[in-house]
């Protein structure tokens, strides 16, 4: 069964450093999301991505963070300047179509601990 | 966007049948009803979907009543690996593709 798969599964990183978080969604997907979750809390829309650009992106989402399909597969978020309250469980998903109704596919995961 | 509303958690035991309502009292005429389902440290994980009436499939069912305004989660015979967290999430295509998730419902299943 095709999966989207993340890297790293942990990353540990200090204040003030940059960060790559990698997802390689299901082959046939056109839509792409980030979704972030802090320890104990629900999980936070972030981004959506189709046709290489944003569709829609959450307050979350401000000028430090941006995302890209760098090639046919991998599809990253970066945080350029990390802070203390950005550690997370951060989640890639794929979907085949877009709407809320329809399925979106996770990723395990990448635990960010920022010190 | 409809806010939904379920029980922060409930027990079970195994073998036994779960059933889980959520309320959304506001939904809109083009929404529909998604439940997903979250292990610890794993992504959310879709269970089910439907819009109206009753949904099966090999791992739960979904009742809708005629008005919509609620949805129940049934789960038949729990076991253990059913320790969860399951989301009761509402929308439609007007939400451009994000899901808003709630605090959901946490499930503990003893033996």
């Known amino acids: 069964e095709p999966e989207v798969t993340q890297t790293p599964s942990h990353q540990v990183t200090q204040m003030g450093q940059e960060v790559i978080l990698r997802c390689v969604p299901i082959s046939n997907h056109l839509y792409f999301y980030w979704y972030r979750q802090i320890l104990g809390q629900k999980v936070e829309f972030l981004v959506s991505f189709y046709n290489n650009e944003i569709s829609e992106k959450s307050e979350i989402f401000d000028d430090q963070f941006s995302v890209e399909r760098p090639d046919g597969s991998n599809f990253t978020l970066k945080i350029r300047s990390t802070k203390l309250e950005d550690s997370a469980m951060y989640f890639c998903?794929?979907?085949?179509?877009?709407?809320?109704?329809?399925?979106?596919?996770f990723g395990p995961g990448t635990r960010l601990t920022v010190l | 966007l409809a806010k939904t509303t379920q029980p922060i958690s409930m027990d079970s035991y195994e073998g036994q049948e779960v059933n889980i309502t959520c309320s959304h009292n506001n939904i809109a005429t083009n929404d529909y009803i998604t439940w997903y389902q979250q292990f610890p440290s794993q992504g959310p994980r879709f269970i089910i979907q439907g819009y109206k009436t009753k949904v099966t499939n090999e791992v739960a069912s979904l009742f809708i009543p005629a008005d919509r305004k609620s949805s129940t989660l049934s789960l038949p015979r729990v076991s253990l690996s059913d320790t969860a967290v399951y989301y009761c999430?509402?929308?439609?295509?007007?939400?451009?593709?994000?899901?808003?998730f709630g605090q959901g419902t946490e499930l503990s299943v003893k033996p």
């Open positions: 999430l509402v929308g439609g295509a007007n939400q451009g593709g994000k899901l808003i």
């Open positions: 998903a794929s979907s085949e179509d877009r709407g809320s109704y329809n399925e979106q596919f």
